[in-house]
């Protein structure tokens, strides 16, 4: 007799176990560059998935998750970069567009980018990059979509 009410209690106690957390699908993140006027060089991307990455910065130890160079030419009309298999999450990125193609941003003795800038969300630098406060945002399955604007 003992043995139908441990075989009940057992059933009753896996359907109050918590169910396992279904998997995440990847997502997909695309920034789109609709307002770019000069096709020299490429456009460079660096994308950050922690506050405290994005805020050193890779050149001071605060690594990307993911590093893009998109060359640019005549098309498309619209240049895109397209990262796919991002975990859904928080993530911010810091990009500027390279006009003479040698990978580093050019400052002028203020320490002003000679060079257009911008980060995720449009977020506005003030006498710096931008916080993560401003551009972080959040990436979920299947895609997230950022048109940004180099200035």
Do not use: C
């Amino acid at each position: 007799m003992s043995t139908p009410r441990l075989t009940a209690a057992a059933l009753l106690g896996m359907f109050l176990l918590p169910a396992p957390a279904p998997a995440q699908e990847p997502a997909t993140l695309e920034f789109q560059f609709p307002a770019l006027a000069d096709r020299r060089g490429a456009i460079m991307l660096a994308l950050y998935d922690s506050e405290a990455a994005y805020e050193k910065g890779d050149e001071k130890g605060g690594l990307a998750i993911r590093g893009i160079r998109l060359p640019l030419g005549a098309e498309p009309a619209t240049p895109v970069i397209r990262l796919e298999g991002l975990a859904p999450g928080r993530y911010a990125a810091k990009m500027f567009h390279d006009l003479d193609g040698d990978g580093v941003l050019k400052f002028n003795s203020f320490g002003v980018p000679l060079e257009p800038y911008a980060f995720s969300n449009n977020a506005a630098a003030t006498m710096g990059p931008a916080k993560w406060r401003a551009a972080a945002f959040t990436v979920a399955a299947p895609l997230t979509r950022q048109t940004i604007d180099l200035k």
